[in-house]
């Protein structure tokens, strides 16, 4: 079955750096686009970044444009997110995201503080 793992989160101090991971199984990672989201206390959960198949091409919402950058390794199954400069409003909860024939899945996230 299809599973999304993350990692990487924790408590950071503004302008600090976090490399988020996600872990893919039980589908062929190469061959989908994937998305990371994140969540904030109270709001909804909105898209950050997505890659195409080959990580050839990518997109930012304008917040992270020049912060975050995400990339991906097929040969290890493995999304990622570089996260630099860091600010108190990137506290979330972080999540990846894969849509395979049509079903949504999602990892169980992981917690990014940014506070001093």
């Known amino acids: 079955q299809v599973q999304l793992v993350e990692s990487g989160g924790g408590l950071v101090q503004p302008g600090g750096s976090l490399r988020l991971s996600c872990a893919a199984s039980?589908?062929?990672?190469?061959?989908?686009?994937m998305r990371w989201y994140r969540q904030a206390p109270g709001k909804e959960r909105d898209l950050v970044a997505h890659?195409?198949?080959?990580?050839?091409?990518?997109n930012y919402t304008d917040s992270v444009k020049g912060r975050f950058t995400i990339s991906r390794d097929n040969a290890k199954n493995t999304l990622y997110l570089q996260m630099n400069n860091l600010k108190p409003e990137d506290t979330a909860v972080y999540y990846c995201?894969?849509?395979?024939?049509?079903?949504?899945?999602w990892g169980q996230g992981t917690q990014v503080t940014v506070s001093s």
């Open positions: 039980g589908f062929t990672f190469s061959s989908y686009v």
């Open positions: 890659i195409t198949t080959s990580g050839g091409s990518t």
């Open positions: 995201r894969v849509n395979v024939w049509g079903r949504i899945y």
